[in-house]
């Protein structure tokens, strides 16, 4: 596509559900990256992306968290047994590959936990 | 990664130049500057990034000064549109990209 699509754009979900949520890169880009951002807060970084592995985890915050990357395309972000600090805009980007700048950021997934 | 520092928030009249400056005096030989900007409840938008040389595009232009310890970006017409967090972010292209708290640009009418 044109750009990074993620989905859903809104989610509220209750607390100790899980979730999941999708991100689309762009075509042939190789390198996924997730980061999130609480109200007011900068970007925290996630995990990254090369093709369908996975080389950088260091951002996850904790093992309720988990991504995977199939086909060197889509990536899922799943929080299990979600709680109310997870509340936070769930962003996703891509680039050509690690050493090429210029990522492109979707619009991200906006997580309620309630 | 370099750490960088920039002022909190800045002011531009629409029309001129809005230029944002970046300290990064602990950038190594192989760490680019990059810059992004984020629109309020959008997604960061990458703007431009150099490693020694000075940059241009459509958007902006990026000067690093020649010991590399500091950076500004220009807007050279700054539109309302502009409004924007700025964030200036140096990286040795590992594949993270750290975001700092940034400069909040408030162009006014």
């Known amino acids: 596509g044109a750009g990074v699509s993620q989905s859903p754009s809104n989610k509220v979900t209750e607390k100790g559900k899980d979730v999941e949520l999708r991100c689309d890169p762009i075509?042939?880009?190789?390198?996924l990256y997730w980061y999130r951002q609480s109200l007011g807060q900068g970007l925290e970084f996630l995990i990254y992306?090369?093709?369908?592995?996975?080389?950088?985890k260091s951002g996850l915050p904790s093992d309720r968290f988990s991504a995977e990357r199939t086909g060197g395309s889509v990536s899922t972000l799943t929080i299990q047994r979600t709680q109310q600090e997870d509340s936070a805009v769930y962003l996703c980007a891509s680039s050509l590959s690690r050493d090429r700048g210029g990522y492109t950021f979707g619009s991200g997934t906006r997580l309620t936990v309630v | 990664d370099a750490k960088t520092t920039q002022p909190t928030s800045m002011d531009c009249a629409e029309g001129r130049a809005a230029n944002l400056p970046c300290n990064h005096s602990t950038i190594s030989g192989n760490e680019y500057v990059y810059w992004y900007r984020q629109i309020h409840s959008q997604g960061p938008q990458y703007i431009i990034h150099g490693l020694k040389n000075n940059e241009t595009n459509e958007m902006a232009s990026l000067i690093i000064t020649e010991d590399r310890k500091s950076s500004t970006l220009i807007l050279p017409h700054a539109t309302l549109r502009d409004t924007a967090v700025y964030y200036c972010?140096?990286?040795?292209?590992?594949?993270?990209?750290?975001f700092g708290q940034g400069t909040t640009l408030q162009v006014k009418p």
């Open positions: 992306f090369q093709g369908n592995s996975a080389p950088d």
């Open positions: 075509s042939g880009h190789t390198a």
């Open positions: 972010i140096v990286t040795s292209n590992t594949g993270k990209l750290i």
